[in-house]
DNA sequence: AAAGGTCTGTTGTATTTACAACGAAAGCAG
DNA sequence: CTGCTTTCGTTGTAAATACAACAGACCTTT
């Protein structure tokens, strides 16, 4: 487990503590460790989650498939990643997807109760803690709207427009640089790619915007 | 302030706290009120939010305006629900939506500081409450990652089929009904009403599933 | 410089969706 | 019961999208 530590430093989890207060918070957390092979499930659709869990090593996905057998990755984890944080709720039904590993992976579980309830030493940072989880999931919360603001447009193009609309005001400026190249715009937007680009080529010839690969510029009308 | 105690207790926010300690904890809380006429905006664009908030009466709509001007709206908010918990992670840049009453409205202020900190009077309930906003942005996030996960399904028919097999899963029965009416279930989709009914009718035709109103039943092939 | 790979824009066609319009069924009010 | 309103399914047409295929630009490697 103190091996971890270090990851751990640098996860949002544990953002603003230090590795010695780390390693005395992990006993009062309960914090357990798991490994996994290449291919197993770390859960399945229907299983109850009582912890927030951090991959330590490997690549998780998170996926699930529909009553006629159909797959569907929702999302991939990468080391540093907490998740299940949206599953921890009582009574609020079980898992909906499953989680498997896609190569040799370690997980480390923290005791959910334990974190939300203040522990009767007081940890001075368990105060930091509650505030980092809470930020965390807010922040993810934030971007689950932003996202789904995009993807309720009905065109291709009020997709873009969107996107392109929430970076400028984000940016302050109407010159901005986005983090993603075409194919995974695409995906983030769910739509497809040449017509997106397509769509991206209209856009310019009307004259609203301008872009040099990752480099828009959003135009007066 | 009092004379919302009744609605608080039926809040998420509040829930297991007692009418009594609500009050004693609205005063720990820094507790505000504000009101709105019609049409006055709560909130603008590019501010930023130190508080937790919750309608006490009226109607808000969470809305945006895109860059050149087109207005959307994302969500209505009614009276005992918490909005801008999403907002209030530090150094997560400002607002992206406009908050505007839509009914003479009252809303409540809470400091977000003081609901995470507990206080040094260690008020009894204050554990409970970071629990409860734990709780509501954990089962938010949840909803909103099923809703992203039908939504980024390409066409109205996987749409259809990936929500109705959640429901499924969710209700532990191939038989069950939804909360929706057709055009509802089309808004939360983001499909059109008029193609989703009739994709829904080619379903059953293929013998996938069978529908009366909102019961539907799902078919193994 | 050449070869191989990735990324991007473009085009054509088949498929799917949006939109408007309408009639039947169901629910509600007087 | 009658008339009014809402909901739902259906249809036809215009518009948008998915998909496949390809060429040029830009990288990296040798």
Redesign the pocket.
């Known amino acids: 487990m103190k091996k971890y530590a270090a990851l751990l430093k640098r996860t949002k989890l544990f953002s603003g503590v230090g590795e010695n207060d780390i390693l005395s918070m992990l006993h009062c957390l309960n914090a357990q460790v798991r490994e996994y092979n290449k291919g197993e499930y770390a859960f399945r659709q229907g299983e109850y989650i009582r912890s927030l869990m951090i991959l330590a090593v490997g690549r998780l996905h998170i996926q699930k498939e529909d009553y006629w057998g159909n797959l569907n990755i929702l999302n991939e984890i990468r080391p540093g990643e907490m998740f299940g944080e949206a599953y921890i709720v009582p009574n609020s039904g079980t898992l909906m997807n499953d989680v498997v590993a896609i190569e040799e992976s370690v997980v480390l579980f923290f005791d959910i109760d334990r974190i939300l309830t203040v522990c009767p030493s007081a940890c001075p940072f368990h105060t930091q803690l509650i505030k980092n989880i809470f930020y965390t999931i807010s922040d993810k919360n934030k971007s689950l709207v932003q996202k789904i603001s995009y993807m309720s447009q009905?065109?291709?193009?009020e997709k873009l427009l969107s996107y392109l609309s929430d970076e400028a005001k984000r940016h302050n400026s109407n010159s901005f640089s986005i983090p993603f190249?075409?194919?995974q715009l695409a995906d983030f937007l769910?739509?497809?790619?040449?017509?997106?680009?397509?769509?991206?080529?209209k856009l310019r010839n009307e004259g609203m915007l301008d872009?040099h690969?990752?480099e828009f510029t959003l135009r007066e009308l």
């Open positions: 009905r065109s291709t193009r190249n075409r194919q769910s739509v497809d790619r040449s017509a997106m680009s397509n769509e991206l080529s872009f690969k990752n």
